[in-house]
Nanobody
Framework: QVQLVESGGGLAQPGGSLRLSCAASGSIVSTYDMEWHRQAPGKQRELVARITSGGHTNYLDSVKGRFTVSRDNAKNKVYLQMNSLKPEDTAVYYC???????????????WGQGTQVTVSS
């Protein structure tokens, strides 16, 4: 059984910063892509940032230059540093990870429960 638990959400002022963390726990042999997604009210969930096991990153165009994704493979954690926050960044942010729980076993996709980020003055 694998769980992803996010933390670090909350309220920030426009121009402010927040750092999200996501910890994967349970039976883990290997962790592949780790991602952050977000969903604003009335909108579809969208991919915000991806980081591969090798450290390659991709970002949603609207967050490039403001958000930075990183990971600690030894701790099975992924982070999202969010700077220069804008009201349109307000959403529930979800952690996603592709995890293998046993050698030669399947790679399974997992989601966290989400953490609310609100950007408002």
């Amino acid at each position: 059984q694998v769980q992803l638990v996010e933390s670090g959400g909350g309220l920030a002022q426009p121009g402010g910063s927040l750092r999200l963390s996501c910890a994967a726990s349970g039976s883990i042999v290997s962790t592949y892509d780790m991602e952050w997604h977000r969903q604003a009210p009335g909108k579809q969930r969208e991919l915000v940032a991806r980081i591969t096991s090798g450290g390659h990153t991709n970002y949603l165009d609207s967050v490039k230059g403001r958000f930075t994704v990183s990971r600690d493979n030894a701790k099975n954690k992924v982070y999202l540093q969010m700077n220069s926050l804008k009201p349109e960044d307000t959403a529930v942010y979800y952690c996603y990870a592709e995890i293998q729980s046993r050698a030669a076993g399947p790679i399974v996709r997992y989601w966290g429960q989400g953490t609310q980020v609100t950007v408002s003055s």
